[in-house]
């Protein structure tokens, strides 16, 4: 809608950023916990207080959130998004994916061969 959203999670960074801030209603809050394209961004701070947004830095949980997690992934009960596995020899070219942002989930790098 032309309000906007009243929360944006925004776990990209650089690259998505701008999109992020516009994105938001006036009286918004953008939640980072993430920055994947890079970790600088510039913005007129007068955005800021104009719209009244806040900003707010966030690790995505605690430790025993995390544990839950992890219990839930060995459980098969949750399933990561897996946009590629790379066999170790193909290494560069699983960072270089990522630099260009091309992947959709994680890119993992497979170090032993499997039969």
Not at 89 to 113: D, N
Request: hydrophobic share 40%.
């Amino acid at each position: 809608n032309k309000r906007g959203a009243d929360v944006v999670i925004e776990n990209v960074g650089e690259a998505t950023w701008d999109e992020s801030l516009r994105s938001l209603a006036r009286g918004g809050r953008l939640v980072s916990c993430g920055a994947t394209t890079g970790p600088k961004v510039a913005f007129d701070m007068r955005r800021l207080f104009w719209h009244q947004w806040s900003i707010l830095g966030s690790t995505m949980g605690n430790d025993a959130e995390y544990r839950e997690i992890v219990r839930l992934l060995g459980a098969g009960e949750l399933r990561p998004i897996v946009d590629r596995v790379f066999p170790f020899t193909e290494a560069r070219a699983a960072f270089e994916r990522l630099e260009r942002g091309e992947q959709l989930g994680k890119i993992a790098v497979q170090m032993t061969e499997t039969e």
